[in-house]
């Protein structure tokens, strides 16, 4: 495969430069200066330039090639598919005081807005997931859909599960598209013979056919079973039980070619990076301004990063690399837009893919699949246009995204070690994302159908300080500080049992034995490409052939993860800080709540904390009194400025807020 990839990648860079690009770009709104007028640093005034960008690919460039249905999308008269997508984008009023970087941020299920930099980077946010409805402030991507050569629509089979409906529900949506506003995947035909429905007693209990002449696509909120014919909707006589989880299966029409989103990224900031101007003179409003290029995406964004990369997305059609530098941030899989009737706004849900491709940067032979070595790197190494890579995750991604294999692959028998460019820190004991942070003994309630509070671990602060390591390391040559996440080899990886962790017995709270979200082996059918994610899902459900060991990050005394980089509020401690959390009730009652983390906090004295039998120490045992835990936080504070992984301003933040908290202060 590997050698396959390799020739495939000679033959792209021996190709004369093909007319797939960026042709027009359309300023529809300046805002100048932007930010309400507020001056930035060095950098000064910014201004806002936003619009829509038009584009085509050739679909015989290998470059573009492996676009999922690109050979069977509409065409121009020159051959060429075409697209437009919108874009925003921050700059220096002043150009002289900009940095050099095209910093570009990947929208999060259209969520995206350019920012301004004492730095004075240029920002940018642009249109991907074509799946995806036009709304105010939303960055989106029109595409085409693929159709048979003689017109016809193309088919193929999708599923969508429900639970937790309300108990009087009647009708229910089909969201295929989830997280998103657009519902694209409609049947072929509303013949329920021609589809199937069952419903579970238990997330992996047997399946109950419900019977094809007891349901329909229909709307019966207005009328009775059978209701009111509706491609959108299904309804069920006499009802959906929400004791029950239900899936639905049937033949969807129409695909949408989701992959171009890919290309459409990669060429918008080729565009800013080098061109002059489009096809009709319109100027490029940073030309000649940037001299690299940097990325950053969280969760779905981030895996975005990964399968961009991986794909090859990181090689512009002139050869050029597109990003020096990039941080794909909690994202522990691989992308699902590359798939026939891809649902790019999902996550690891029951049925879900995304670790089904590689999942690793360096090689790894992945015996357990039976698959040859393979590395995310393997593309962009053939063509010279590997970026320089921060990587960052949290607890959660463990807990809930299978961020396992990455680490020790699908036997998890051995670390996989790290590539030269690529750097990884890990954020113990954080939710998706992080929490709200500060420094406060008052706990925040539950995050929605969860047990326990949520947790305020941050991931902000580190952040911020990697993303400016990852900038002096592309522009300066500035190596960023060692990578810190647990491994295997020193005994932080274990599976997730209470006597493996060292979970502590806390009285009361809930243990995590059992509640890891496990790498399961899916059987979409043959023709996947399952490396890569990319091509056509055959089979819904999906055969499960197997589950991968999914290890966690080892616990301490308090309960929290050890390794990694912890924030300055891990490393003073108000309580356990998760990144798991059961759910409270409903259907999946017990298991992992998604994405969210816990937190248990600690008792404010030693009698209390005896009296209850908490082995943890009490607030008043670790830090004596108000002035002792500021302390404490102004060691870790310095302590992580010192080790680059927090920016002094941030530091003086945490210190202020510390000094201005509630802890042991007696109200």
């Known amino acids: 495969m590997k050698l396959r990839i390799g020739l495939a990648l000679v033959a792209i860079c021996s190709l004369p430069q093909l007319d797939a690009k960026v042709t027009k770009i359309v300023i529809e709104q300046r805002e100048s200066p932007a930010f309400n007028g ?18 085509e690919l050739d679909p015989r460039d290998p470059r573009n090639a492996l676009i999922t249905d690109i050979q069977f999308a509409s065409k121009n008269a020159r051959g060429m598919v075409e697209y437009s997508a919108t874009f925003a984008l921050s700059k220096p009023i002043d150009m002289s005081k900009a940095s050099g970087i095209l910093f570009y941020s990947v929208p999060n299920r259209g969520s995206g807005v350019p920012s301004a930099s004492p730095e004075g980077h240029v920002s940018l946010v642009s249109g991907w997931q074509g799946d995806l409805a036009p709304a105010p402030g939303r960055q989106t991507i029109s595409v085409p859909i693929a159709k048979n050569p003689d ?57 109950i056919p419900v019977a094809s002449k007891d349901w329909a696509f ?39 070619v989701l992959g171009i989103g890919y290309a459409a990224t990669r060429d918008i900031n080729a565009f800013f990076k080098h061109a002059e101007k489009d096809d009709a003179g319109t100027p490029n409003p940073v030309a000649k301004q940037i001299r690299w290029g940097l990325s950053k995406g969280s969760s779905q964004s981030g895996n975005f990063i990964r399968s961009y990369i991986h794909l090859g997305f990181n090689q512009d059609e ?52 039976k698959r040859p070595a393979a590395g995310l790197l393997d593309r962009c190494k053939a063509s010279n246009t590997c970026p320089k ?44 994302g992080g929490g709200r942070g500060g420094f406060s003994t008052k706990t925040a309630a539950p995050p929605a159908g969860c047990l326990l509070p949520a947790n305020p671990n941050p991931e902000t ?41 060292g979970w502590p017995k806390i009285p009361g709270a809930p243990s995590p034995e059992g509640l890891v979200n496990k790498v399961v082996d899916h059987d979409f059918g043959p023709n996947v490409k399952y490396t890569d994610i990319s091509g056509i899902i055959g089979q819904q459900p ?65 009698a209390e904390r005896t009296s209850s039998g908490d082995p943890r120490l009490s607030l008043e045992e670790r830090y004596k009194n108000h002035a002792g835990y500021v302390a404490v936080v102004k060691v870790a504070a310095e302590k992580a400025v010192a080790e680059r992984f927090l920016l002094r301003a941030d530091a003086d933040k945490l210190i202020a807020q510390a000094e201005a908290s509630d802890v042991l202060t007696g109200k």
């Open 389 to 432: 890579i921060v990587e960052t995750f949290g607890s959660l991604e463990f807990w809930y995204l299978r961020e396992s294999p990455n680490l020790v692959g699908t036997d998890a028998k051995a670390d996989i070690p790290l590539p030269a460019n690529v750097r990884r820190y890990f954020f113990p004991g954080t939710s998706h």
């Open 151 to 207: 017109g016809s629509p193309i088919t193929g089979p999708v599923i969508e599960r429900f639970i937790d409906m309300a108990a009087d529900s009647t009708t229910l949506e089909i969201n295929t598209a989830r997280y998103t506003a657009l519902y694209y995947q409609r049947p072929a035909t509303m013949d329920t013979s021609k589809a199937s429905l069952v419903k579970r007693a238990a997330q992996d209990g047997p399946a």
């Open 38 to 55: 507020q001056s930035f640093g060095q950098a000064g005034q910014f201004e806002t330039l936003s619009g829509h960008f038009f584009g």
């Open 461 to 501: 602060e580190t952040t911020n300080a990697l993303l400016a390591a990852l900038a002096d390391w592309v522009t300066k040559g500035v190596e960023p500080p060692p990578s810190s996440y647990p491994r295997l080899d020193r005994g932080e990886l274990v599976p997730d049992t209470n006597a493996a962790l």
């Open 542 to 606: 999906p055969a499960i052939r197997g589950t991968f060991p999914t290890l966690v990050p080892k616990l301490n005394a308090d309960g929290s993860d050890v390794a990694g980089v912890p924030s300055v509020l891990r490393q003073a401690p108000l309580g356990s800080y998760l990144g798991w959390n059961p759910t409270a009730k409903g259907f999946d009652k017990g298991k992992q709540c998604t994405l969210s983390g816990g937190f248990i906090p600690f008792a404010t004295t030693k």
């Open 318 to 369: 002139a050869g050029r690399i597109v990003w020096e530098g990039t941080n794909p941030q909690i994202a522990a899989r691989q992308l699902v837009l590359n798939l026939r009737f891809s649902v790019p706004g999902g996550a690891a849900g029951k049925y879900e893919p995304g670790s089904e491709a590689v999942l690793w940067w360096s090689d790894y032979e992945d015996k357990a699949r």
């Open 218 to 256: 229909a709307d019966c909120t207005k009328t009775g079973f059978p209701g009111t014919p509706d491609p959108t909707k299904i309804c069920v006589k006499p009802g959906f039980d929400p004791a029950y989880s239900y899936e639905l299966v049937f033949q969807a029409k129409d695909p949408l």
